[in-house]
């Protein structure tokens, strides 16, 4: 990728415009991480860059990017800008173009993501990014706690870089977190759970939620049982959701709803019993052993000598069931599968044609 990203560069600047790789890629080309985010800045206006590709197109938000598909893969393009004017401590809403790299650098968050590569593989770096990533310190470009007023989210960033990346926190940084923390109140929870899920999904997460509770952004973050995610074993991310117990605040599809529902109705109960694993299922029953630091050994054992995981693996059908009895579809059918789940699971019949239509025959 990074090859055809280089080319794409050339092509760049053979219409007589600046280019460069700028960011989290060559930040994370400097740690040895490989990474497929390539992001591309350059002088060519929006417009200009359009007259170079015909693959193009804007996205629905124009912050002066634009969106290029190249030898396949997909590039975003932008141009050298200042933000001038932001609004609820988030978004920039008046931008400027310029034609100078060092200022649209400036504009950035931390110096580890100003790093740039131009299209001959040459790094620059402007701001002294290359010296905090071997200090591995998170450092904000310029005055931490305007930089912060600027975009809150940067908080939940800084947090985010330190954790991935097993990096620490510049003093200056801290104390700009603890100025302006107040201001997450004012962030969506759709982005507050975004930068969250790549903390608790991070193989650092611990360190994650320790920094987080540090700097009191739980209360802030209106996550009162955060501290509780360390008390637990888990490092499923439904898990953790489901510790902190925040549906009525943040956003979760349908499928993470049900699952934490389940999971907190399922820590209530034996997780090795066969018919709560019959019911729950063996992600379900784990992660709820996991939250109260059970051994989960057992409980994948025992699932996997379960007879049954769900009705459709009983051995019969409903057609043959009313066939063996002469009788109409009707309710009767649920009350028979019920029956034929809690005998098959606790191992009081064998789950074979032969032997439930017995089974059937005698009792119904």
Known sequence: MLEEALKLLKKITEHSYDAYIVGGFVRDYILGIESNDIDI???ATPKQIREIFEDSCLPSEDYGSVTVIFKGIRFEITTFRKELTYVNNRKPVEIEYINNLYEDLIRRDFTINTLCM???GKIIDMLEGRKDIDKRLICTVGDATSRFKEDALRILRAVRFAT???FNLSKEVIEGIKNTKNLLHNLSYYRKKEELDKIFTSPNYKNGIKL???LGLDEELEIPNLKKVLDSNTSSLIGIWSILNVTDKYPFNKNELELIEKINLAIKFDNSDPMNLYHYGLYVNSVA???KKEDIKPITEKYAKLAIKSKKD????SATIMKLLNKAPGKYLKDIYDDLEIKIIN????NDKEEICKYICEKY
Not at 347 to 350: A, F, V
């Open 164 to 166: 991935i990346l097993d």
């Open 118 to 120: 131009d299209q001959d």
């Open 347 to 350: 191992n009081e019949l064998i």
């Open 212 to 214: 987080l509770l540090e």
């Open 41 to 43: 800045n350059t002088n």
């Open 289 to 291: 052993a996991e939250i």
């Open 314 to 317: 009983i051995d019969i059908n």
